[in-house]
């Protein structure tokens, strides 16, 4: 059996729009219960973050207070490797002249003495806080000397022995001419000299020439 709607047409039209403003009103409620919820759960959040902001601030002040306690401390240790530095430089290529004496006087053989000795370093003065450079083929020094050998071959073992020490390199002999002596004994008159290495330079010396 069919049904027949007796409403007039604008009666019903209203009750249409009336039902859409409902619908319409409802859905703008739930939106703004939605913004007001997400604008709490905001604020919460941002109040979590000035609380943690509050306590890392509070550690930072905490930290920063020990760092000035230990600044002190940090400059002491500065000023300290400034002096290791400037010593290390003052002491580059440092080698040990008595060191020198002593292996000369074990070296020298018993039929020879020497009658001048001199050592020279031939390393660049340290400048601006520079190290010493070396000189060529990584040399840094020599010693020359002059003396008196029953004989060449005692000449020949003194020259090798020269090279038995660590650093000493290149030993020779300038001159060799046989003189008599004031006691009438022949004895060959030599001048002659010996390279030094870096190896030739003492553990002071060798940190001071190591590159920065």
Not at 67 to 85: H, M, S
């Amino acid at each position: 059996m069919s049904q027949v709607n007796l409403l007039p047409p604008e009666l019903r039209q209203r009750q249409r729009l009336r039902r859409l403003t409902s619908l319409v009103v409802l859905a703008g409620v739930g939106l703004l219960a939605v913004v007001g919820l997400f604008y709490v759960l905001q604020v919460m959040n941002l109040g979590r973050v000035e609380e943690q902001l509050l306590a890392q601030e509070s550690r930072n002040a905490d930290l920063q207070a020990v760092i000035d306690e230990l600044q002190p401390f940090a400059d002491l240790q500065t000023a300290l490797q400034r002096k290791r530095d400037l010593t290390d430089v003052v002491f580059a290529n440092e080698v040990s002249w008595s060191g020198f004496l002593r292996d000369i006087s074990r070296l020298i053989p018993s039929d020879a003495y020497l009658t001048d000795l001199t050592g020279s370093l031939n390393v660049a003065t340290a400048s601006q806080g520079e190290p010493p450079e070396e000189g060529s083929a990584g040399l840094i020094g020599s010693i020359s000397f002059n003396g008196l050998a029953r004989d060449i071959d005692c000449l020949a073992v003194w020259l090798t022995r020269l090279e038995q020490v660590a650093g000493w390199v290149n030993p020779w002999a300038a001159s060799a001419q046989l003189a008599e002596a004031e006691s009438g004994v022949s004895a060959y008159q030599f001048s002659g000299s010996v390279d030094l290495s870096q190896d030739a330079v003492t553990k002071r010396g060798s940190r001071g020439g190591e590159p920065q």
